[in-house]
C-alpha cells in the first residue's frame, strides 16, 4: 500500500463549481498536511499546509484533515479555469515528505 | 524574492553522458531535497541534505550522487544517463526538517536522455 494514495483523475468541471479533491494516507506518523498545485512542467507550488484535524480556509480553498480516518481533502470554491492544474496532497514527519501522485483537475470556461 | 532556483530548465544529454542539474536557494534553509518526477507521477525523493549530513532514499540507484558545497548551492549528479532517467527533476528546500515544516520546490529540470 502507497503511503499516500488520490485519484489521478482527471476531473473536469464547469467554471464555478465547488471541487472536493481527497486524499487518504496510511502513516500514522504523519503530522503535518500539504496541497501543492503544479501546473504543467512547472514545479510545485504549496497551497496549503495543515496540522491538525478540522478545516483551514484561505480564500476560495479549504482544506480539511480527517486524522481518524486518514482522510485530506481541498475544496475549491467558485473554481476558475485557471485553477486547471495538477494538484498534490502530501504528508509529512520531520524531514521525511511524501507526496500522492495527483489529481489533474480541468475547470472548463 | 527568496526562492529556489533550477539550472538549467531543460537539459538534454546523450545516453551514459554524466550531467549535472544545479540547485539554489535564497531562503537560508537548512534542508534541500532532490526528487525525480515522472509523467503522471509523485515526486520520488531522491536523497535530501539536512545542512551537510547526506540522506539516500534506500532505492536510489547508485547512478545518482548529490553534492552541496554550502548552504545555498545543491548539485544532482548523474553518472551515466539511462533512457529510464528521462524525468523532470525537482529541487525543495525546507527550513529546518522540524515537524511543521512545509517544502518549496524550484520550478524543475526537464531531463531528456537521447
Known amino acids: 500500500q502507497k503511503e499516500v494514495e488520490q485519484d489521478p483523475g482527471p476531473l473536469s468541471v464547469p467554471e464555478g463549481a465547488i471541487v472536493s479533491l481527497n486524499c487518504t494516507y496510511s502513516n500514522s506518523a504523519f503530522q503535518y498536511f500539504m496541497w501543492y498545485r503544479q501546473y504543467s512542467r512547472k514545479g510545485p507550488e504549496l497551497l496549503m499546509y495543515?496540522?491538525?484535524?478540522g478545516n483551514k480556509e484561505d480564500g476560495r480553498f479549504t482544506a480539511q484533515v480527517d486524522k481518524s480516518s486518514k482522510y485530506i481533502s481541498l475544496f475549491i470554491r467558485d473554481s476558475q479555469p485557471s485553477d486547471s492544474a495538477t494538484y498534490l496532497c502530501g504528508g509529512n514527519y520531520g524531514q521525511n515528505f511524501v507526496f500522492g501522485p495527483g489529481t489533474r483537475l480541468s475547470v472548463l470556461p | 524574492d527568496a526562492m529556489v532556483i533550477q539550472n538549467p530548465r531543460y537539459q538534454v544529454t546523450q545516453f551514459g553522458k554524466p550531467v549535472t542539474l544545479s540547485c539554489s536557494q535564497t531562503l537560508n534553509h537548512n534542508v534541500m531535497y532532490w526528487y525525480q518526477q515522472k509523467s503522471s507521477q509523485a515526486p520520488k525523493l531522491l536523497f535530501h541534505?539536512?545542512?551537510?549530513?547526506?540522506?539516500n532514499e534506500a532505492d536510489t540507484p547508485d547512478n545518482f550522487q548529490s553534492r552541496r558545497p554550502n548552504t545555498s548551492f545543491c548539485f544532482l549528479d548523474i553518472r551515466s544517463p539511462g533512457l529510464g532517467d528521462a524525468a523532470m527533476y525537482l529541487c525543495?528546500?525546507?527550513?529546518?526538517?522540524?515537524?511543521?515544516?512545509?517544502?518549496?520546490f524550484g520550478p524543475g529540470t526537464r531531463l531528456t536522455v537521447l
Open positions: 525543495a528546500t525546507s527550513r529546518d526538517g522540524s515537524r511543521t515544516d512545509t517544502q518549496y
Open positions: 541534505y539536512y545542512d551537510k549530513d547526506f540522506n
Open positions: 495543515t496540522y491538525s484535524s
